[in-house]
């Protein structure tokens, strides 16, 4: 079955950088779009970044963009997201998400990460 | 940017039906059958528990079900059970990735 699992979440300081990664499995990773979704303690959904099956197009939310970069590696069936200028207001759960028509369709267990100094 | 629009909360007693409404745009859902609802119990994960309005993926009870008309999406629980108790959040395609604010379901 699909299954998902994030890492790489921790506590830095802010103006600190971090790099997460998402082990994809039981499907065709190539096949799909991928994305990475966070949530804040105590808040809402917030969608972050997006990318095309082949890596061709990649969106990024308008709080992140210039910060933040999403990238995926086919022969490791993982995806990845580059997060620079990290501010307190990045703290949250960070999700890793298969995308099935602009929604996640499967989840991650999601990454922790804190920005504080 | 468009938004979907849910309540903050709703609540029913065990054995009630309560429904959740989504409200987006004629661009989003008002186009597309392509509407999404993720339950979350506090501490875990979202999980997917409908897609294409009124699907259900395998193993979500047949007590959840979803409709839509015009550019507002519904999401029905009927006979209410203590394990109910979540948020729920919507998703349309075409809606720019913005999820819904969430509703918190109380079961009374």
């Known amino acids: 079955q699909v299954h998902l699992v994030e890492s790489g979440g921790g506590l830095v300081k802010p103006g600190g950088s971090l790099r997460l990664s998402c082990a994809a499995s039981g499907f065709t990773f190539s096949d799909y779009y991928m994305s990475w979704i966070r949530q804040a303690p105590g808040k809402g959904l917030e969608w972050v970044s997006s990318i095309s099956s082949v890596s061709t197009y990649t969106h990024y939310a308008d709080s992140v963009k210039g910060r933040f970069t999403i990238s995926r590696d086919a022969a490791r069936n993982s995806l990845f997201l580059q997060m620079n200028s990290l501010r307190a207001e990045d703290t949250a759960v960070y999700y890793c998400a298969r995308e099935y028509w602009s929604s996640p369709d499967y989840w991650g267990q999601g990454t922790l990460v804190t920005v504080s100094s | 940017q468009s938004a979907l629009t849910q309540p903050p909360s709703a609540s029913g007693s065990p054995g009630q039906s309560v429904t959740i409404s989504c409200t987006g745009t004629s661009s989003d859902i008002g186009t597309y059958n392509y509407v999404s609802w993720h339950q979350q119990h506090p501490g875990k994960a979202p999980k997917l528990i409908i897609y294409e309005v009124n699907k259900r993926p395998s193993g979500v009870p047949d007590r959840f079900s979803g409709s839509k008309s015009g550019s507002t999406a519904s999401l029905t629980v009927s006979g209410l059970q203590a394990e109910d108790e979540a948020d729920y959040y919507c998703?349309?395609?075409?809606?720019?990735?913005?999820f819904g604010g969430g509703t918190k379901l109380t079961v009374l």
């Open positions: 998703s349309s395609h075409a809606a720019n990735g913005v």
